[in-house]
């Protein structure tokens, strides 16, 4: 078991975020107030280098402030899609891009946050993982939270073919209120666990509208490679240090 604990740490990507000196303006463009901050690697398939590379390409920024954590994602869609316009309503049914955060690392007390290209967020909690018999808490919100997306191209229409799109989102600390670590901005050196993954289902075109085919499959596409297709296994995620 240690010897796999050890795999598996060395395994995980890694990732020392900035501390920025103004707040980052959340507007859905990675402009030059990101300029400094490093893409991390593009991302790959769940299961890892047994599977072939993902079809479009995706890759991510990450920074902090006293109030804040900033995330950035940069994602190639030819095919910009999202009809789910409603909070908390199961956003990876579409396309979708996801942030999963561990706070103190010990693989249980974490948090879930899923948005597509309409700007639609899902936000959840759990105690433990589904494997361990934890249960989602859709009612943990995120008051303070602020997202933004910029297309570049057109939703929702066939008729063209786009480059894809960007987001942006602000976590307050505030937000990380559930377990044992207070909910408060983390001391430079200290390091969380985290992932990202990016939901994309085939689709096809019927009356001129984007459709999933019956019975299709989605690919699941993720920053630090969990090794089986499930997100909730926390000892597979990146790791993320706060840096000065």
Do not use: C
Not at 8 to 14: C, G, K, M, V
Not at 135 to 144: M, R, S, V, Y
Not at 167 to 187: D, H, M, Y
């Amino acid at each position: 078991m240690i010897a796999l604990a050890l795999l598996l740490a060395t395994a995980a990507e890694n990732y020392t975020a900035p501390k920025v000196a103004k707040p980052i303006v959340i507007d859905g463009k990675i402009d030059q107030q990101w300029a400094k901050v490093p893409w991390t690697p593009f991302f790959v398939d769940i299961e890892g280098s047994k599977k072939p590379l993902p079809r479009f390409k995706t890759r991510a920024k990450m920074a902090w402030d006293d109030q804040y954590l900033y995330i950035a994602a940069e994602l190639e869609e030819p095919h910009i899609w999202a009809t789910y316009d409603k909070h908390d309503m199961v956003i990876f049914h579409e396309h979708d891009f996801e942030v999963f955060l561990d706070p103190d690392g010990d693989g249980l007390h974490y948090f879930e946050f899923e948005m597509n290209a309409l700007n639609t967020g899902w936000d959840l909690y759990l105690d433990k993982p589904y494997r361990f018999q934890g249960k989602a808490d859709n009612g943990w919100e995120i008051p303070g939270l602020k997202t933004a997306v910029k297309l570049d191209g057109t939703l929702n229409n066939p008729a063209d073919t786009d480059k894809g799109w960007t987001l942006e989102i602000a976590f307050p600390w505030t937000a990380f209120n559930r377990g044992p670590r207070p909910a408060v901005a983390p001391k430079p050196g200290e390091t969380w666990r985290i992932n990202f993954s990016r939901v994309e289902w085939p689709i096809v075109v019927e009356n001129g509208k984007y459709v999933k085919p019956k019975g299709s499959k989605e690919d699941n596409w993720v920053w630090s490679p969990q090794g089986v297709i499930n997100m909730h296994v926390p000892e597979h995620w990146g790791f993320v240090t706060f840096a000065k």
